[in-house]
């Protein structure tokens, strides 16, 4: 489906157009009216041209992953709905959450046009949900992809992500694991290094390990692990791991992690109280913080 907009003659016309687009198109969408959809823009000699291609149950990423937009779409979006809530509230087992709608337009020139409404207002608020702000996450890093444009650096460094891979492996031991050597060994610096011929970590504390571990491996050299097969993501193909750049994959890989703060929390209550404390030790000495992008989240 397509429609025909008021007059554009510009490039810096268009972009403007664009943010009284993603109000309108808000709108319809809570109102009914418009589907979950991709969004194109393609501009003419008169007005500009908005293309609507409904997602018909299927999550944007799916179609994004790897898709390059023609190059007479000026402006590429998202339209959807979902769940909102705050990650540290998932540690409860109950979060809180309220319907949100979001409509996302980036053009080719970098702009973003963004626009969200989360049904509770007091959630709203309390999510910081505003129209003003820099707008991250996978869709528009997804967008701007397909768009040819860069995407912003990493959120955080992989540090948070061993962390998070560390602490959902122990976990997953329990209480079958109590002892603290066996926890610690646990940890990907000290599995992916035990595999080495070298092994400088012997000798050495595992912070001090695991911090040059992440020193080593940072996001870029993680994407071309998976790139090259000796690392899998779940969800994530080694020709769409190619096509991510470093920020990209991050946020991929991070959004699709159990939170931070909740796996922080689970092993305080789930683990031993003398493992938990020394996890905490452990986290604290390489700078590992309580919580980390992204602080919310809509599904």
């Known amino acids: 489906m397509s429609r025909s907009l008021p007059p554009a003659p510009g490039p810096t016309a268009v972009d403007a157009s664009l943010h009284l687009l993603t109000h309108q198109i808000l709108d319809q969408l809570r109102a009914g009216e418009v589907d979950p959809s991709l969004l194109f823009v393609e501009p003419g000699d008169a007005d500009i041209r908005l293309g609507v291609r409904p997602l018909q149950g299927a999550h944007p990423s799916t179609l994004l992953l790897g898709f390059a937009a023609p190059d007479d779409w000026y402006a590429l979006g998202v339209a959807t709905t979902g769940w909102a809530y705050e990650v540290a509230d998932r ?108 092994t400088p970590h012997e000798g050495m504390g595992l912070a001090a390990t695991a911090e040059i571990f992440a020193r080593a491996c940072p996001w870029d050299r993680l994407r071309r692990m998976v790139v090259t097969g000796s690392y899998e993501v779940p969800g994530l193909s080694r020709a769409d791991a190619r096509w991510l750049d470093d920020g990209a994959f991050a946020r991929f890989v991070l959004g699709r992690c159990v939170p931070l703060a909740e796996v922080r929390a689970r092993a305080r209550v789930e683990l031993p109280f003398d493992v938990a404390a020394r996890i905490d030790l452990v986290l604290d000495e390489i700078g590992v913080p309580e919580t980390s992008w992204p602080d919310r989240r809509v599904a």
């Open 91 to 198: 540690a409860t087992g109950a979060p809180e959450r309220s319907r949100v709608s979001v409509v996302t337009l980036v053009s080719r020139s970098g702009e973003v046009a963004h626009r969200t409404h989360v049904d509770d207002d007091a959630m709203g608020r309390r999510l910081g949900a505003r129209d003003d702000e820099e707008v991250t996450g996978e869709q528009v890093d997804l967008l701007k992809l397909a768009l040819g444009l860069d995407t912003p650096a990493a959120p955080c460094g992989t540090d948070v992500f061993w962390a998070i891979e560390w602490l959902s492996a122990a976990l997953s031991a329990g209480r079958d694991a109590p002892d603290w050597a066996r926890i610690a060994d646990l940890h990907p610096a000290r599995r992916v290094l035990g595999r080495s011929e070298r």
